[in-house]
């Protein structure tokens, strides 16, 4: 069955059912509390309000497209791990979000610090956070990266190659400084998610494999490292987990670990840190444990291991960064354009192509990541019609929001904001088709504090040093 359109014309009433997790909503306009930050609600006027501010205000002050983060909802969540997991060690992992003032509030909110990169590492310095409560990662850091770790004096570097022992022990030995180094090791656990996003199986790049005995000889090869403290082993399974199974067997299979080190060299070491990676909600079928289901799990299994080895507790940490960050923003953009397409089912879908893409959330394409959207300037009255989200790019494939319903009624300068967008989207934001990146504002008690300024052509084309 084909369909007649007027130019622009929505047939709502013969619009996809959409996928099957996908509910066909009762009322558009009602948000799901568990995908939206803390102080996101519908106004009054029918408006979202998110940190005490409706957003047409906030974006009549920001511009279009803009992610604003709800610092109240940062903030609650980073102290809700700190509070779950009392005892062990939280780091945030910059590497989903990173900025001066996000670093500030992660030190006052008293976490520590993993980073991966020297920007990085240099953004959580100038922000003032302790270098001893910063841990540093990365599967190929190169020797200033190393160096300016080691100057600053991090916490711990988790290595991830033996080039990388050799390349530390030269600087320590050339500067005098000493290293206090984890070892990331390969547990060889399938986690549940996107393959992308996987790090524990043994086919892809991170960790030592402690499978093929690699683990042991880089720990051995630390522990008599004149330059070097070896103080324990760290795992990362992956990203956007759900099941807690993954944790179970690292935790197992690294603290087995730990006991043959032991027993080969006569040295318990101290710490085990078990990385990040616990979902969040995208959508509504997305149903995420709390830091306290988390943290209750973890401690069972981690205590059972250690009895199972004669052992104490090693002192543990974790390093969430989605799960802090993710659900604390929303990224705001305007529509353009509005665009019924036919299915072959006879069904309609509805193309809203808005003033961003994938240039500032590259997830769908890459991950296949679904997210969720509402229409944030008004509410409407308009029956629910299947939507795909789409960005300004020139690529098929530059999806925001594989399926949704929004209102019928959508038109070009409505606002449409996407939840759950805090993690990994600004953060991996490119400048595709010449395109400045949105800037990333805090919203609190009605005030907006800009985190990342937008950027201007002008700013990309000074990169441009030809004739
Ligand atoms: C070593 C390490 N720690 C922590 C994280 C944070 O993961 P997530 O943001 O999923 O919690 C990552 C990213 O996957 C990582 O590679
Ligand atoms: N960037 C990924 C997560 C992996 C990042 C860290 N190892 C994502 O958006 O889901």
Known sequence: MTHM?????IHADVSSPGPQWLERPADVNALDASLWSDTTFRGSDGALVTGGMPVTTALAETGSPVYLLDEADFRRRARDF??????????????AFLTRTIARWVAEEELFLDVCSGGELRTALLAGFPAERIGMHG????????????????????????????RIERLCELHGWHARVMVRVTPGVEAHTHEYIATAHEDQKFGFSITN??????????????????????????????????????????????????????????????????GIAY????????????????????ALEARAHSMP??????????????????????????????????????????????????????????????????????????CRVVGKHCEGGDILVHDVFLPSDIRPGDLVAVPASGAYSRAMAS?????????????????LTTLLRRETLDDLLALDVGE
């Not at 400045?436 to 005030?447: I, K, T």
């Open 5 to 9: 359109h007027v130019a622009g014309a």
């Open 82 to 95: 700190r509070t779950a997991f009392a005892g062990w060690d939280v780091y945030y992992a910059g590497k």
């Open 139 to 166: 599967n190929n850091k190169s020797s200033d990266e190393l160096a300016a770790g080691l100057q600053a004096g991090v916490g711990r570097i988790i290595v991830d190659s033996l080039d990388e022992i050799g």
């Open 213 to 278: 005995g690699q683990a042991m000889v880089a720990m051995v090869r630390c522990h008599y490292s004149p330059q070097i403290t070896l103080i324990g082993v760290h795992s990362h399974i992956g990203s956007q987990i759900f099941d807690t199974g993954g944790f179970e067997v690292a935790a197992r299979r690294t603290m087995k670990l730990m006991a043959q080190f032991r027993d080969a060299t006569g040295e318990l070491l101290p710490d085990l840190d078990l990385g990040g990676g616990f």
């Open 283 to 302: 959508t509504s079928d997305d149903s995420p444990s709390t830091p306290d289901e988390l943290s209750s799990n973890l401690r069972e299994i981690v």
């Open 313 to 386: 507790v090693p002192r543990m940490s974790i390093e969430p960064g989605r799960a802090i960050v993710g659900p604390s923003t929303m990224a705001v953009y305007t529509v353009g354009t509005v665009k019924p397409v036919d299915l072959e089912s006879g069904a309609q879908r509805v193309y809203v192509s808005v003033d961003g893409g994938m240039s500032d959330n590259i997830r769908p394409a890459l991950y296949a990541a679904e997210y969720s959207a509402a229409l944030a300037n008004r509410a409407s009255h308009a029956s629910p019609v299947l």
């Open 431 to 447: 400048n595709y088709n010449h395109t400045p990146r949105p800037p990333v504002v805090a919203v609190r008690e009605g005030s």
